[in-house]
């Protein structure tokens, strides 16, 4: 029988601007995607003060929705509540058949594909990737899979997991020279990575369900980040690098993209008006399916 868990989720934004901003247009990546292991039974956000929020479908497949407000305003809150219904992962294969590596070369150049096999501008190789590939003898194995975990393993062990050491804008030259990041950080790192392998590999914005040390639920929790791969037989895979993990049915999956500036949570332009102090708050919980 499958596993499976149902989770509710409350995500609040509040931008407190210095100043009154006279109007504001945003973007919002907040809608869970519903799809292979994971449905969306419940989608709602709302605004104060109140505006319409237009749905739109993105070109990765992502739920978004774009706000404006066209008065002036001194803060802006984003309220999003979602009821996800999630499977645990399918199970890993020690090892993929003869002919894996063959196979995912055949992907590097087409059309479908070539998002997930090309840089991004958040995942530039460059002498620094360079220089940390040969430091850690990083490289494609005999096996898609192997390599992918091994190298999901280095990154654990070689990066510290560091809030505040990076931001929103940081290119993976930081992490690569302090060892110190987040985990958008580890995710763009090992994306450029497993690229330059020819694996497509994609970027995914979510929430991880969090425990503590004896397995108690942690009430406030974030938003994560973590990679797919497109494997032969197995389809996309998720890897979460700074957690040292396949993806499983502790992660909800938001959208996916190139990299982080496809799927950020919010974002948008202010017309004049001040920067914005920005505090955002996760809460996530286990529903029991005899409540519901």
């Not at 494609?140 to 192997?146: H, I, K, L, N």
């Not at 930081?174 to 392998?197: F, K, N, P």
């Not at 996916?256 to 708050?281: N, Q």
Request: net charge negative; hydrophobic share 35%.
């Amino acid at each position: 029988m499958t596993e499976m868990v149902r989770y509710a989720i409350q995500h609040n934004s509040r931008y407190q601007y210095r100043e009154p901003v006279a109007r504001s247009v945003m973007w919002i990546c907040l809608e869970p995607r519903s799809d292979f292991d994971q449905n969306v039974r419940r989608f709602e956000a709302n605004t104060e003060p109140s505006v319409y929020l237009s749905p739109e479908t993105d070109p990765f497949g992502n739920n978004k929705h774009f706000i404006t407000v066209n008065f002036e305003h001194d803060s802006l809150v984003i309220s999003a509540n979602s009821e996800v219904d999630n499977i645990a992962a399918a199970r890993l294969p020690s090892a993929m058949e003869s002919g894996a590596w063959q196979e995912i070369a055949s992907w590097k150049n087409s059309f479908e594909h070539w998002h997930y096999t090309h840089e991004s501008p958040m995942t530039i190789a460059s002498p620094a990737l360079d220089d940390f590939v040969t430091k850690y003898r990083i490289g494609s194995g005999s096996d898609p899979v192997e390599s992918l975990l091994r190298l999901g393993d280095t990154l654990f062990r070689n990066f510290e997991y560091t809030p505040g050491s990076t931001n929103a804008a940081s290119k993976i030259e930081e992490i690569l020279e302090t060892r110190q990041g987040v985990c958008q950080d580890y995710a763009h790192v090992m994306i450029a990575i497993a690229r330059s392998w020819g694996i497509p590999t994609r970027y995914v914005s979510g929430y991880m369900y969090l425990t503590g040390m004896y397995g108690e639920q942690v009430s406030e929790s974030a938003t994560h980040a973590w990679v797919e791969c497109l494997l032969p037989d197995l389809g996309w895979f998720g890897f979460d690098p700074t957690n040292t993990t396949i993806a499983d049915e502790r992660h909800v999956r938001i959208a996916v993209g190139r990299d982080y500036l496809d799927v950020s949570p919010t974002r948008g332009i202010l017309i004049d008006g001040e920067p914005s102090t920005l505090d955002a708050t996760v809460k996530m919980e286990v529903i029991p399916f005899s409540s519901v």
